[in-house]
C-alpha cells in the first residue's frame, strides 16, 4: 500500500510535512486533503512558509505538542505571530523518567508512546477534540520533528476515524524518510550535533502496531453499545470524547467520494 502519493509538501523552513488526506477508510471512502497537516517545528519557517501556510492551506489552527521547555526556548512562531491560533499540549510527562522494571523488555519508544497517553490524557484527548470541534478549520500538528508525539497523535485521529489499520501504520514511518533532513536543520538553527547514528531516530512499523494493539486490547467498547469496537475511539471515549465528537471527527476528516 502506497500512501505517500501527493501528500509530501515542500517548505522552505519546514520539514517532515505531509498532508494526512488520500489514506483509505474501512468500509470505503478516503482521508480529506486539506484539512489536516503534520510537520516538525516551525522555528525556522520562513516569510514565504507562513503565507504558503495562511493564504494557501488557510491555516486556523496549530497544535503544538511540544514540553513547555522546548517552546520557551523558541519562543512564539512566525505562524502565531500571524495571528493563527496556537494551542500548546504537552505530551511528556514523569513516565519518561522512570526506569523500566527489573526483567522489562517493552521497547523503550513503545514505553514512551504509551506514556503520552498515561502521562496526559487530557491533552491527547483535548487535541483530537480541537479537531472535533463543529467550527474545525485546516489545522497543522507538530512537536520538534513530527515523529513521536505527533505520530501519536495523528495515529490516534486516523484510527479514530477509520483509515485502515495499513495505512495509519505506513503513514506513521513515512516520517523515517525525513530523519536525516531534520537532525540537519536542528544542527543549523540550535548548534546541536547531528546524531552518529541517525537510524535508530527513525519510526519503526512494529511499535505504532503494538500501540494500536495494545489500545484493542485494553479500550474495547462495552458488549451491546454497537459501533466499533477498541482502538483509539474506545481510549478517546474513556478519556472523555462522546459519540457525537467522534462522528464529527469522522465527517471532518474522511469522504465516501
Not at 144 to 150: E, S
Amino acid at each position: 500500500m502506497d500512501t505517500s502519493v501527493d501528500r509530501w509538501l515542500t517548505f522552505e523552513g519546514l520539514d517532515n510535512v505531509r498532508d494526512v488526506g488520500g489514506l483509505p477508510v474501512r468500509g470505503g471512502g478516503r482521508t480529506r486533503s486539506g484539512v489536516l497537516l503534520r510537520s516538525a517545528a516551525l522555528r525556522a519557517v520562513t516569510p514565504a512558509d507562513v503565507a504558503r501556510l495562511v493564504d494557501d492551506f488557510g491555516l486556523r489552527l496549530v497544535l503544538d505538542l511540544r514540553s513547555p521547555v522546548e517552546i520557551e526556548r523558541d519562543g512564539p512562531s512566525a505562524v502565531a505571530r500571524a495571528g493563527v491560533e496556537t494551542v500548546a499540549l504537552n505530551f511528556i510527562g514523569a513516565s519518561r523518567e522512570i526506569l523500566p522494571e527489573a526483567g522489562d523488555t517493552t521497547d523503550p519508544v513503545l514505553r514512551n508512546y504509551l506514556g503520552y497517553l498515561s502521562d496526559h490524557p487530557a491533552n491527547v484527548a483535548e487535541g483530537v477534540r480541537r479537531l472535533a470541534a463543529e467550527d474545525a478549520g485546516p489545522t497543522l500538528v507538530h512537536c520538534a520533528a513530527g515523529k513521536d508525539r505527533t505520530g501519536v497523535l495523528v495515529a490516534m485521529v486516523l484510527d479514530a476515524v477509520g483509515v485502515e489499520r495499513d495505512a495509519v501504520v505506513e503513514d506513521y514511518v513515512l516520517s523515517a524518510t525525513q530523519v536525516e533532513a531534520i537532525f540537519k536543520r536542528r544542527a543549523e538553527v540550535l548548534g546541536e550535533p547531528v546524531p552518529d547514528d541517525i537510524d535508530v531516530h527513525k519510526p519503526r512499523a512494529e511499535v505504532m502496531v503494538a500501540v494500536l494493539e495494545h489500545l484493542d486490547a485494553e479500550y474495547a467498547r462495552e458488549p451491546g453499545r454497537g459501533g466499533p469496537e477498541g482502538g483509539a475511539a474506545g481510549w478517546l471515549r474513556t478519556n472523555g470524547l462522546a459519540d457525537a465528537d467522534l462522528e464529527r471527527l469522522r465527517v471532518h476528516l474522511t469522504s465516501t467520494g
